[in-house]
């Protein structure tokens, strides 16, 4: 707590630090899971922002190991439900233990080493869900737990996997399977996943690519993203509703499809993001025709 304080003292993004009582009075939160204080490095925040949380934490603790370059294949949580414990007027005293405990079991073992009435009870809790409680768990232990989050089962079912993981049997299955099916470790397919996510959202994004191309030409070639977007705002002179469509989750549309068509072209070596800006780099389409053309 004490940490997460410091950061939010220095303007850093980490999850709130308030709590709720019984009267509905706000008062300091007094205790956390180790799943909640990792969502604070891996929750849907910018990249830059991740890492200036990275970056905080292995100066703080002395970490050898380089902060990501690229957060590929790491799931998050919903920056709005990263916390794993509702408000102190309807948590059971039990209930970050109990999250503590699967945690400390984890770390130092695989599935097996868990037992099945620890791991279901975790998933009665409130806020805690089988995606929530895995994805945790491949955040501490990345080689012996499989995110069970919906980029992941999506794939799995793609590459014919039946299993659907809801409680401790059926997640195991579910991992023996995935790894059985794909032969791969489970970084390797939390990866692969999430690349499989991106090409499902092709067809979305993009259509933005050529005109945020253009627009960093417009713009000299590079400027922030949200002056990028605006460009390509001003440039297609699309109607408000483009703009103030949400999705299911309440993201802003068009702002999260410009957003992954950014990541896709920075992925293909066309654009490079130098301290939170875009920069166009003519590398593969030099001399080429203009990608907007080529994509549209």
């Given at each position: 707590?004490?940490?997460?304080?410091?950061?939010?003292?220095?303007?850093?993004?980490?999850?709130?630090?308030?709590?709720?009582?019984?009267?509905?009075?706000?008062?300091?939160?007094?205790?956390?899971?180790?799943?909640?204080?990792?969502?604070?490095?891996?929750?849907?925040?910018?990249?830059?922002?991740?890492?200036?949380?990275?970056?905080?934490?292995?100066?703080?603790?002395?970490?050898?190991?380089?902060?990501?370059?690229?957060?590929?294949?790491?799931?998050?949580?919903?920056?709005?439900?990263?916390?794993?414990?509702?408000?102190?007027?309807?948590?059971?005293?039990?209930?970050?233990?109990?999250?503590?405990?699967?945690?400390?079991?984890?770390?130092?073992?695989?599935?097996?080493?868990?037992?099945?009435?620890?791991?279901?009870?975790?998933?009665?809790?409130?806020?805690?869900?089988?995606?929530?409680?895995?994805?945790?768990?491949?955040?501490?232990?990345?080689?012996?737990?499989?995110?069970?989050?919906?980029?992941?089962?999506?794939?799995?079912?793609?590459?014919?996997?039946?299993?659907?993981?809801e409680d401790y049997q059926s997640y195991r299955?579910?991992?023996?399977?995935?790894?059985?099916?794909?032969?791969?470790?489970?970084?390797?397919?939390?990866?692969?996943?999430?690349?499989?996510?991106?090409?499902?959202?092709?067809?979305?994004?993009?259509?933005?690519?050529?005109?945020?191309?253009?627009?960093?030409?417009?713009?000299?070639?590079?400027?922030?993203?949200?002056?990028?977007?605006?460009?390509?705002?001003?440039?297609?002179?699309?109607?408000?509703?483009?703009?103030?469509?949400?999705?299911?989750?309440?993201?802003?549309?068009?702002?999260?499809?410009?957003?992954?068509?950014?990541?896709?072209?920075?992925?293909?070596?066309?654009?490079?993001?130098?301290?939170?800006?875009?920069?166009?780099?003519?590398?593969?389409?030099?001399?080429?025709?203009?990608?907007?053309?080529?994509?549209?």
């Amino acid at each position: 707590m004490t940490l997460l304080g410091e950061m939010e003292h220095q303007g850093l993004k980490v999850i709130s630090l308030q709590d709720e009582a019984a009267d509905g009075e706000n008062i300091p939160l007094a205790e956390i899971d180790p799943f909640t204080f990792l969502a604070s490095f891996n929750r849907g925040v910018t990249d830059d922002n991740r890492r200036k949380n990275w970056n905080f934490l292995k100066a703080r603790w002395g970490l050898e190991a380089a902060v990501p370059d690229d957060f590929s294949g790491i799931p998050v949580l919903h920056p709005i439900n990263c916390r794993l414990f509702p408000y102190a007027a309807t948590r059971g005293k039990d209930h970050v233990p109990c999250l503590w405990q699967v945690a400390s079991l984890a770390a130092d073992g695989d599935i097996k080493g868990v037992s099945e009435e620890l791991f279901d009870g975790c998933l009665k809790l409130k806020c805690v869900g089988i995606g929530s409680l895995t994805i945790g768990l491949f955040w501490i232990n990345p080689e012996n737990f499989l995110p069970a989050d919906s980029k992941t089962r999506a794939y799995g079912k793609a590459k014919g996997i039946t299993t659907e993981p809801e409680d401790y049997q059926s997640y195991r299955q579910w991992m023996t399977e995935m790894t059985g099916r794909l032969a791969e470790g489970h970084p390797q397919i939390s990866y692969a996943a999430d690349l499989f996510a991106v090409k499902r959202k092709s067809l979305n994004f993009k259509k933005w690519m050529g005109p945020l191309l253009d627009a960093l030409r417009t713009l000299g070639g590079s400027g922030a993203p949200r002056d990028v977007a605006d460009k390509i705002r001003q440039e297609l002179k699309f109607p408000e509703s483009v703009v103030t469509g949400t999705t299911k989750s309440g993201q802003l549309r068009f702002q999260n499809q410009v957003a992954w068509a950014r990541k896709y072209l920075v992925w293909e070596g066309f654009v490079s993001c130098i301290k939170g800006s875009w920069q166009h780099e003519f590398l593969a389409i030099s001399g080429a025709r203009p990608l907007s053309r080529r994509t549209a």
